[in-house]
């Protein structure tokens, strides 16, 4: 019964460097969410993954950011040559699932980035 | 653009009394709305879910109206404790097909026991 679980839970790295964020969902559930919060703001919407497939990355900022689940579980969001503005608390959430009447989101405590 | 406020001032109450937070949204005709509690530290943590077509949902000490002509969810605790406080973020959702939450930036509740 384990909830929405990530890791690191900090990141510390250096402006240019590359880094991966792992998010485990609660078992059995479809639908997979990346947000990352800055200070003082609410989460800021990033993909939506419905099984393998991103069904919506409209909030990916740019090409640096891509994120992946290969098999419908875990996802991975990955960041190239990081920039200052990147630091902030990467969220991942999962719903049962991503169609029909809304889910409510369960969310993992983040990964806080901070990029040097 | 579609914009959603709420209070970014913190609300300070007394224990006992209750709170009323308040999200308004523009350039937005949502579907559904959904109200989250976030501790310092971890994420958020889903509270209530509020249809268009509802005027009003509870959840013991919790209620949430929705008024679609306003454009404007009320949230309100009763009986506040110290416990309640945290922040309380609004999200519209289902304007556009989306299944993606867009949140409000959340206001700060601190009830004083």
């Known amino acids: 019964g384990a909830g929405v679980s990530q890791t690191p839970s900090n990141k510390v790295t250096e402006k240019g460097k590359y880094v991966e964020l792992r998010c485990d969902p609660i078992?059995?559930?479809?639908?997979l969410y990346w947000y990352r919060q800055s200070l003082g703001q609410g989460p800021e919407f990033l993909i939506y993954f419905q099984g393998t497939g991103a069904a919506d990355d409209s909030g990916l900022p740019n090409d640096r950011f891509f994120a992946v689940r290969p098999e419908g579980s875990v996802s991975t969001l990955k960041i190239q040559r990081t920039e200052r503005g990147d630091s902030a608390v990467y969220l991942c959430?999962?719903?049962?699932?991503?169609?029909?009447?809304?889910?409510?989101?369960?969310f993992g405590p983040g990964t806080r980035l901070t990029v040097l | 653009s579609q914009k959603i406020e709420q209070n970014s001032e913190a609300l300070n109450i007394q224990e006992g009394k209750t709170a009323t937070l308040t999200c308004n949204y523009t350039n937005y005709s949502p579907a559904y709305l959904q109200w989250y509690r976030q501790d310092p530290g971890r994420g958020p943590v889903f509270l209530l879910l509020i249809r268009e077509n509802e005027k009003e949902k509870r959840k013991e000490r919790l209620k949430v109206t929705f008024d679609t002509t306003l454009k404007q969810s009320l949230f309100h605790i009763t009986a506040s404790q110290p416990a309640d406080s945290a922040t309380y973020l609004c999200a519209p959702g289902g304007d556009t097909g989306r299944r993606a939450l867009t949140f409000g930036s959340g206001t700060r509740l601190q009830v004083q026991p």
């Open positions: 078992s059995g559930h479809t639908a």
């Open positions: 959430a999962s719903s049962l699932n991503g169609y029909g009447i809304p889910n409510e989101q369960f």
